[in-house]
């Protein structure tokens, strides 16, 4: 109706420029304010909720520990303390019990599934050189076969006690953990598959196995800073 | 179908001598074997499923017709061919009422909606089967070692799993070639593949059997031969090829051949009249397509097997490579279309 | 617009039919065929239907009412590019109070709620009711069509949820033995839930309008 109006009455196109760069302009701030009013206003509760799910899986993943602390893997191989925010560096998760000890590590690491790439979590504790605990944080696997792996009893197990000791010179781990057949494990370092889905269970063992071949020395070979970054004055 | 009056009548002079019945009863004829190595090999098991596959289809396919109020085209054998394609893809001791649905799918879903039988885009009996692969996969892959002890009077506890429960398997299941090889590398013996002492679906383990009842309808012109020969010869070639590649991590082309659905598939399924091409070039192409996905998916692919996949999507190319192969019209000048 | 069986309503008859007629009869999913790009992905479970009914719903609401308060200022050249930037501002705006409500729910529903952009549903409303009409009427409108929206994605994704995962709003509804069908609750369950009640609904029309 109006618009149309405007139209066919313009004198002049500099005229109608003019109004369309205002009309853009002017929505183009109405929107911009109303974005950064709702952004401000739930930062605080999204970053809260965010770290609160991250948590639960750690704790989920080091049994027995009451708090964490983000640490980041610098290009040098050391581990720094970290905000975590940076998604694009290898994080990992220190857990510690209530009288502030060390109790291990959660690790990310991701690979490639059936369906797409799955993000996992898993638990180190440095003392029993063993992964403690397993956590799938995404997966599109398929619903009924693939997803499995993140309630199947008897693969969750696998990653109760999963040996990953070194060897004695702490360059590398002694047996790699690897996927084997449903029911034929034999040696602590190996992951028990699922029947009726072979290929996410065992890119689970491969993701574990290449993640832990790469982490774990650096990990065990730091203990120490681990240890010590359990109560500083920062928080 | 024969009147005794004599016809006159101005040109062309078309006598059809071959009528959709009589050619569908044919193709059920060179199934019949199947059915009953089938039932020889898996027992009772394997004949319930195809059983309650073929009647669910033809009582599907009866009461849509009563409900559109068209008169009843069971008679043409069209619905009875579809469920025992069903029942041959399915494993011998999948559930019987997952059979049952997947019939109702394969005539409601696969023809009905399109318009019935020669409008169907896609071979039914396949839609039928990928509804249900998609739907139950475990059960569709829950395999069962072939000529077990007993087989002729014991029916399998998944088998007669109450309506919509989830079947219990007793114990005993097999993995087929195929997906031993794919999880575990390990291939079977060719003499086996061919004669059908494997585990598998209840009608693609003897491929002897299937290329008989190929033959025998390519003699009596009932199917076009091009279809499966260009599916297996490319499906050969490739694969042979790749087997000289790095014969440790390719199959040979014989285990190829001669495993999983694709004899089936080739001779039975990707010859359906209304899914495939008309012309021969067209034909080749088509057949072609499917055994380069057959390969693909075998060899790259997540699935064992693909040749359902293949043939559907070889349907679903029917229509533009008859658009783009067109014989030249007698008598005009070659066009570029 | 003729009115209805809406007249038993105490308002004024055209302003009420503009609310009623999204709710059923041009119903945006089951009638006009729009916004099938969320209505096939998300509907898988009843929770994230309902969830991404509402913010669609918000959005419509929100952007219907904008475009219409603005439309005499808005020239005509440049009202695509405006209603694309106030629906993307509302957008963004669901986007962090989905993540502020649950992080849980905004994984599930991952990209589709950036997707609200390019829903043609809104741009629809925007550009052939609220560019034109009153802003009541524009809000009535939009809460009309929203709520038939909402309703629409909530019969999908209640049967996908039932048959595909055997529960309802993660309640259980069947017993343990319940074999579930996995189809459903995949992409292609979508299609084939739509096309059940796309013909369930035309069946419907048809044997009205017959009798």
């Known amino acids: 109706m109006s618009a149309n109006q405007i139209l066919s009455t313009q004198p002049n196109p500099t005229e109608g420029s003019k109004k369309m760069l205002i009309a853009m302009v002017g929505i183009g701030v109405i929107c911009a304010l109303l974005i950064v009013l709702s952004y401000e206003g739930t930062k605080e509760r999204i970053e809260i909720l965010k770290a609160e799910a991250l948590e639960k899986a750690v704790f989920k993943v080091v049994p027995g520990i009451s708090k964490t602390r983000i640490f980041e893997l610098t290009a040098e191989g050391t581990f720094v303390l970290s905000d975590g925010k940076d998604r694009s ?38 003392e029993e050189q063993t992964v403690v605990g397993f956590y799938v944080l995404e997966s599109k696997e398929t619903p009924g076969l693939g997803d499995k792996i993140e309630k199947d009893e008897d693969f969750l197990s696998n990653f109760k006690a999963l040996t990953v000791a070194l060897t004695e010179d702490l360059s590398k781990i002694q047996n790699p953990v690897v996927p084997v057949k449903s029911g034929l494990k034999k040696n602590p370092w190996e992951v028990d598959g699922i029947t009726g889905a072979t290929i996410s269970s065992r890119a689970i063992g491969n993701i574990i196995g290449e993640s832990s071949a ?3 020395p650096l990990i065990y070979s730091q203990k120490e800073t681990f240890i010590s970054a359990a109560n500083p004055n920062s928080k | 179908m024969f009147s005794k009056t004599l016809h006159i009548s101005t040109s062309p002079h078309i006598r059809q001598g071959m009528s959709t019945d009589m050619i569908m009863r044919n193709v059920v004829y060179a199934m019949l074997p199947l059915v009953v190595f089938s039932v020889v090999s898996f027992g009772l098991n394997a004949l319930l499923v195809i059983i309650t596959a073929v009647a669910s289809s033809v ?12 008169s009843s085209t069971v008679s043409d054998w069209s619905a009875v061919i579809t469920g025992i394609l069903l029942g041959l893809t399915l494993p011998p001791i999948f559930p019987l009422w997952m059979t049952f649905l997947g019939g109702v799918v394969s005539i409601a879903i696969g023809k009905f909606v399109f318009g019935g039988l020669g409008s169907n885009a896609f071979n039914p009996a396949l839609v039928g089967r990928a509804f249900l692969q998609a739907a139950f996969p475990v059960a569709i892959t829950t395999w069962h070692p072939s000529f077990l002890e007993g087989r002729f009077y014991s029916i399998s506890k998944s088998v007669a799993a109450f309506p919509f429960s989830t079947p219990v398997v007793d114990g005993i299941s097999g993995a087929t070639p195929l997906s031993a090889f794919k999880f575990d590398k390990v291939t079977a013996d060719t003499a086996d593949l061919a004669f059908g002492f494997i585990s598998g679906s209840t009608g693609e383990t003897s491929a002897v059997l299937i290329i008989l009842g190929g033959i025998y309808l390519a003699v009596r012109k009932m199917m076009n031969w091009r279809i499966p020969v260009a599916i297996l010869t490319t499906v050969f070639v490739l694969s042979w090829i790749l087997h000289i590649i790095d014969n440790q991590v390719y199959p040979s082309p014989e285990f190829m051949l001669f495993s999983g659905g694709l004899m089936l598939g080739a001779v039975f399924m990707a010859t359906d009249m209304v899914g495939s ?36 999507l070889g349907n679903a190319l029917t229509p533009h490579i008859d658009n783009l192969i067109r014989p030249r019209v007698y008598g005009t000048k070659k066009t570029k279309s | 617009m003729t009115p209805t069986k809406t007249t038993d309503l105490k308002a004024d008859p055209s302003s009420t039919d503009e609310f009623i007629k999204g709710l059923w ?21 009843a929770i994230n239907a309902l969830a991404m009914g509402l913010a669609t719903a918000f959005v419509l609401i929100m952007s219907n009412v904008l475009v219409s308060s603005l439309r005499n200022f808005i020239p005509k050249q440049v009202r695509i590019a405006s209603y694309i930037l106030i629906i993307a501002t509302f957008v963004t705006m669901v986007d962090y109070a989905i993540q502020a409500i649950s992080v849980d729910l905004h994984k599930n529903l991952g990209a589709f709620i950036s997707l609200i952009v390019v829903n043609c549903l809104i741009l629809s409303r925007a550009e052939a009711f609220a560019s034109k009409n009153t802003i009541g009427k524009s809000a009535l409108d939009a809460l009309g069509m929203g709520l038939g929206f909402v309703f629409a994605l909530f019969c999908l994704g209640a049967v996908r949820e039932i048959l595909g995962n055997a529960s309802i709003f993660g309640i259980t509804v069947f017993p343990e033995s319940f074999q579930e069908w996995i189809i459903m609750i995949l992409p292609a369950g979508g299609f084939f839930t739509l096309a059940f009640w796309l013909f369930l609904f035309n069946n419907y029309k048809l044997k009205k309008a017959k009798a």
């Open chain 1, 214 to 216: 790469k982490m774990i």
């Open chain 1, 89 to 126: 560096k290898t994080l990992v998760y220190a857990g510690y019990d209530d009288s502030d000890a060390f109790k291990g590590i959660a690790i990310e690491a991701s690979g490639q599934g059936y369906a797409d790439i799955l993000r996992i979590l898993y638990g180190y504790d440095p």
């Open chain 2, 277 to 312: 091409p008309i012309t021969p070039r067209g034909v080749v192409v088509y057949g072609v397509f499917i055994g380069l996905i057959v390969v693909v998916i075998r060899i790259w692919g997540g699935l064992p097997e693909g040749v359902m996949y293949a043939i559907l």
């Open chain 3, 25 to 45: 009869r041009e119903n945006p999913v089951f009638v006009q065929v729009l916004g099938m790009c969320p209505t096939l992905a998300v509907s898988n479970s």
């Open chain 2, 59 to 70: 009582l599907t396919e009866h009461a849509l017709c009563r409900w559109s109020g068209k």
